[in-house]
């Protein structure tokens, strides 16, 4: 029997779906949802909300070149298809590309915000 063994993640852009894959670092993830805590009559506190919620995931992509850097540069503002080694599947849409660190060879490491947003795989 044939094992996979999956070393990177990759960015499509959804709708042409060209690729980056870089290996990465530095994960984190963020939820919340709009709301606010009222004060009423008498003290009493309570939480008025909005429906929904928002995430976030930010990556640290390790190692791009700078064509890859400038593509990334391009896709701001446009959905995207993030899928990692463990299986992960998100969509989302970055506002923002932020090299952090410049190798000697010329390569990148690079911060992306991922905002996730509510996509339709479709078939």
């Given amino acids: 029997m044939a094992t996979l063994t999956l070393t990177k993640v990759w960015l499509n852009l959804v709708s ?11 994960r984190s993830q963020q939820y919340s949802m709009d ?3 009222r004060t009423y ?5 309570r939480f008025v909300g909005q429906e929904g919620e928002h995430g976030q995931f930010t990556v640290t ?5 700078l064509a890859q850097v400038t593509q ?7 959905t995207v298809l993030f899928r990692d080694r ?3 599947l998100m969509y989302g849409v970055f506002t923002q590309v932020t090299p952090t660190v410049e190798w000697k060879d010329g390569r990148y490491d690079v911060e992306l915000p991922l905002r996730l947003v509510t996509q339709d795989p479709g078939v």
């Fill in 16 to 26: 042409t779906g060209e690729a980056v894959s870089a290996y990465s670092t530095g």
């Fill in 35 to 37: 709301g606010e805590v």
């Fill in 41 to 45: 009559a008498g003290g009493r506190q």
């Fill in 61 to 65: 992509l390790r190692l791009l070149s």
């Fill in 72 to 78: 990334l540069r391009g896709w701001t503002g446009r």
């Fill in 86 to 88: 463990r299986g992960q």
